[in-house]
């Protein structure tokens, strides 16, 4: 059975900081590439991070590049995501995503609040 378990989101000020985990079961995790997306209320989920399975080589969305960080530990199957300078459009429900050609997984969410 397949399990994405996501944590670490909460509620943080303007300029402030959050890591995000995911952590997984069920896959051999270093196969996976491993991404972040997020969905905001009333929009569309959107792309955040994403993590190659061998190289560990990152891309980030336009909106995060330079603020977040995405980095996985394949000896503990699990993938971090360090938000620094978070905006309130930061705001939404963070999702861990698992894709290989043996499938396509998804975590149940965390939610990040950006708000003074």
């Known amino acids: 059975q397949v ?3 996501e944590s670490g989101g909460g509620l943080v000020q303007p300029g402030g900081s959050l890591r995000l985990s995911c952590a997984a079961s069920g896959i051999t995790f270093s196969s996976y590439v491993m991404s972040w997306y997020r969905q905001a209320p009333g929009k569309e989920r959107e792309l955040v991070a994403t993590i190659s399975s061998v ?3 990152t891309n980030y969305a336009g909106t ?11 000896a503990k199957n699990t993938v971090y995501l360090q938000m ?6 930061d705001t939404a429900v ?3 995503n698992a894709r290989s050609l043996q499938g396509n ?3 149940k969410g965390t939610l990040v609040t950006v708000s003074s």
Not at 64 to 74: A, I, Q
Not at 84 to 89: D, F, M, V
Request: aromatic share 18%; proline share 0%.
């Open 64 to 74: 995060v590049k330079g603020r977040f960080t995405l980095s996985r530990d394949n």
């Open 3 to 5: 399990q994405l378990v």
């Open 94 to 96: 963070y999702y861990c």
């Open 55 to 57: 190289v560990s080589s």
């Open 105 to 107: 997984y998804w975590g």
């Open 84 to 89: 620094n300078s978070l905006k309130s459009e």
